[in-house]
């Protein structure tokens, strides 16, 4: 049973640039969060998909976009990339909230540096 | 803001049980109370979660105090690979959160041999 799988690893882009990063979630899941965090700090929301829908969000600026897929898989957009962007960007999934199996499970991250 | 108090650091000698205490004071009654950890630069990990009972799995067990405003996360046999950052959350599960998990700063806990 394959758990949340992230790509890239790693990635680096200059100010400026477009990044998406991908995420597959564990088997049986169908919702998809995002979360950022920046070196010493906790992990902070960004939004969440459910049935291809932004269901919750986070205090991030519109630069943050996704999209979920019919296969439930998830993308994480980010535009015009600061400094301040470069992060470890975790996505985890689960069942829906208040469904039996609503735990989030975390994949390994993407690291985005951005110089 | 995270809803929760925990200490920054604590120390554990392997082979002994860690206590990792919790303080939400302002819990309502449909939040449950989540434990991850987070080994450096890896995704977190999920321990185990409580709404009021006791809870125990294979990795820990969970005690929430009986008016729910403080909890303890008990690893009965702590190794060098438990070194991690453990974060206790509260969650909800209303359409207004939908589930989102606030991360606080967590306790650095470090097994010594």
């Known amino acids: 049973d394959a758990g949340v799988t992230q790509s890239p690893t790693h990635l680096i882009k200059t100010r400026g640039q477009q990044v998406t990063l991908r995420c597959s979630p564990k088997?049986?899941?169908?919702?998809v969060s995002w979360y950022q965090q920046a070196l010493g700090q906790g992990p902070q929301f960004i939004f969440q998909y459910y049935e291809e829908e932004e269901r919750q969000r986070g205090n991030f600026p519109d630069r943050f976009s996704g999209h979920q897929f019919p296969n439930y898989s998830s993308e994480l957009n980010v535009n015009a990339l600061l400094l301040g962007d470069s992060a470890l960007y975790l996505c985890?999934?689960?069942?829906?909230?208040?469904?039996?199996?609503?735990?989030?499970?975390f994949g390994p991250g993407t690291r985005l540096t951005v110089l | 803001d995270a809803k929760t108090t925990q200490p920054p650091s604590m120390d554990c000698a392997e082979g002994r049980a860690a206590n990792l205490p919790c303080n939400h004071s302002?819990?309502?009654?449909?939040?449950?109370v989540y434990w991850y950890r987070q080994i450096h630069s890896q995704g977190p990990q999920y321990i185990i979660h409580?709404?009021?009972n006791n809870e125990t799995n294979e990795m820990a067990s969970l005690i929430i105090t009986e008016d729910r405003k403080s909890s303890t996360l008990i690893l009965p046999h702590a190794t060098l690979r438990d070194t991690a950052v453990y974060y206790c959350?509260?969650?909800?599960?209303?359409?207004?959160?939908?589930?989102?998990?606030?991360f606080g700063a967590g306790t650095q806990v470090v097994v010594t041999p």
């Open positions: 409580g709404l009021k």
């Open positions: 088997s049986g899941h169908d919702t």
């Open positions: 985890a999934s689960s069942k829906p909230p208040g469904r039996t199996g609503d735990t989030q499970y």
């Open positions: 302002t819990i309502s009654g449909n939040e449950y």
């Open positions: 959350i509260v969650r909800g599960v209303t359409t207004d959160s939908w589930g989102k998990l606030q």
